[in-house]
């Protein structure tokens, strides 16, 4: 799909890896509507998009209301709904027992709520709006785009919700390729290694360095939110991705521990 002229949800889109894909889709001529709870650092995609080309709006992906009206809002501002980029999500961690107490269920609602659930909910949502569109090239209508992660199939220690999130946005991803292809919408997902955003930023040095030297193959560091967007737009862009997930991880394997 040719980006210019299209309309774009992001998810997630007021950091690290939302940001840059909003960022990179608008700078390919797309229109920009950007969902994130963080409503002060999503402005700062003022000083990258025209405002004529971007909608921010503010609140959660899980929450059925809250993405409904992000994308009625979509269509009312520019007319369609495109493409959906879904990048929101979070990464509490706690080990199954830890000192003797289990794991809090809260803590698992909350990472399965925002990284599946919320994915899903974009996604239908998204989709909804998508099947009124005219065809293009092929009669494609669309495009969805998801964010797993490595985590997925080596989840480390403390990671049991977030990984099972992320295993099921690679489970979902097939079935609903399988039920958007005759109405020509495609979907993918990307499983990110480890990328340079606020979700590790409160790594100790140490600790990145050392899992960029023992585990990171070639190039031996993190991964640039820019480099993420290139394969967003590409994958929008290249019309025979469809129905899988891509690993965009220099190649990392995760040790045992
Ligand atoms: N940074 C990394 O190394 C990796 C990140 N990922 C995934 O990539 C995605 C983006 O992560 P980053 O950009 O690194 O993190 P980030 O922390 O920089 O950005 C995540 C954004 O999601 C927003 N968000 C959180 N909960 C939300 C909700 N309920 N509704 C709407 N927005 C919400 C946050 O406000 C934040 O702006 C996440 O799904 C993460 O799990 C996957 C693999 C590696
Ligand atoms: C658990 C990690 C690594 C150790 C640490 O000090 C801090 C962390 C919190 C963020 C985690 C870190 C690592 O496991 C890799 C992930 C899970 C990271 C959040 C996203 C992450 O980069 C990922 O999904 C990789 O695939």
Redesign the pocket.
Known sequence: MKLEGKVAIVTGAASGLGFASACGLAAAGASIVALDLDEARMARLREQIEPSRLLLCAGSVAEEAHVAAAVDAAVARFGALHIAVNCAGV?D?AKTVSKGEPFPLATWNKVIAINLTGTFNVIRLAAAKMLGNDPGDDGERGVIVNTA???AWQ??V??AA?SAS?AGVIGLTLPVARDLAPHGVRVVSI?????DTA??A???EQ??KS?IERMVLFPARMGRAEEFAALVRTIVENAYFNATTISL?AG?R?SAR
């Open positions: 990464a961690a992660s490595g985590a989840g480390q403390g990671q977030y992320k499983a990110p290694g480890l990328f979700m590790v409160g790594m100790p600790v990145s899992i991880d990392a995760m």
